[in-house]
């Protein structure tokens, strides 16, 4: 009898001696616009307490205060907020800073970025582990998601080459190559890059553009603002003679939007395909996120 009791009694002072289970982070600096429209979506926007610059969705993170932008972080203002989690992705820095943030004692959570749905639902699940949230399903339903649109996109008959413009200097436009957030947001649409052999984001003469030879050509909203309308970019010699100038399919899209791989992306890329695939029937998706604080 005398084993089992010096048993149970070793077990109790070595419970007593662990430390206590730390409850979860209530006051959260998020650098990153991505994460902070993950932090809404999981409905704990009341635990943020800072955010940086790119943090412009939903429109109620506008008004929370600012720390300054992903790349260019301030470890005063950071720990100014007296944050006890700091929620960021690898783009973020100086690393300078991310280090004077860590040697502050404050918990430091860099979560890694990617542009396809994987890289999504990874990025969903470290914000749920990290605010202890992971039974409110938002990772399971953005994966659903996905899942639905993949198998639609999939029927699609062809595989429409897009060019993507973030924007346009006296009518250059920067096309997204490969290895870009525009890239991954055409394959889940079940489109072809048309400048896929150019790496990240480029300066296209008009030779590379006619030799892209672009189904579609999808324009940043702002960029379209700025260059008097998707009618007079449709007119641009370095558009008008593509496949997509001839066929009118120079369309515009919010990048915020579409470029954000975030919870939204299963709907960005729906309606990149919608926009890419005339005649195609695209799935119904819950409108799961954007109750919250939209």
């Known amino acids: 009898m005398m084993r089992p009791l010096l048993a149970i009694a070793a077990a109790a002072l070595l419970s007593a001696a662990l430390p206590a289970r730390a409850e979860p982070p209530q006051r959260v600096v998020v650098a990153g616009g991505d994460l902070t429209e993950i932090v809404y979506a999981l409905h ?30 301030s470890a005063e203002g950071v720990l100014s907020l007296g944050p006890d989690l700091v929620l960021t992705t690898a783009s973020a820095g100086p690393p300078a800073v991310l280090e004077q943030i860590r040697s502050a004692g404050t918990a430091l959570d860099i979560l890694k970025e990617g542009f396809t749905a994987d890289a999504v639902i990874a990025k969903i699940e470290g914000v749920e582990a990290a605010l202890g949230l992971a039974d409110q399903g938002l990772s399971q339903g953005v994966r659903a998601d996905f899942a639905a649109v993949a198998e639609a996109v999939a029927k699609a008959p062809t595989q429409p080459r897009v060019l993507f413009v973030l924007s346009l ?8 190559g490969s290895g870009t957030a ?12 048309a400048v896929g052999e150019v790496e990240r984001y480029k300066q296209l003469s008009p030779e590379a553009v006619a030799a892209a030879a672009p189904d579609v050509v999808v324009i940043a909203s702002h960029a379209v603002e700025a260059n008097g309308g998707i009618d007079a970019i ?8 593509t496949p997509a100038g001839k066929n009118g399919r120079v369309i515009q899209m919010d990048s ?26 695209p799935p119904t998706l819950p409108d799961r996120a954007w109750s919250a604080g939209s």
């Open 44 to 73: 704990a926007e009341g635990r943020i307490v800072g955010v940086d610059t790119t943090s412009l969705y939903p429109p109620a993170a506008r008004t929370l205060p600012q720390v300054g932008y992903l790349r260019q972080l």
């Open 169 to 176: 200097t006296a009518g250059a436009p920067l096309g997204g």
């Open 182 to 193: 525009a890239d991954g947001v055409i394959r889940l649409a079940g489109g072809t890059n």
């Open 234 to 241: 449709a007119k641009l010699p370095v558009f008008a003679e």
């Open 256 to 281: 915020l939007y579409l470029l954000g791989f975030g919870p939204r992306t299963p709907q960005a890329a729906r309606d990149l395909a919608i926009a890419i695939h005339p005649g195609w029937t």
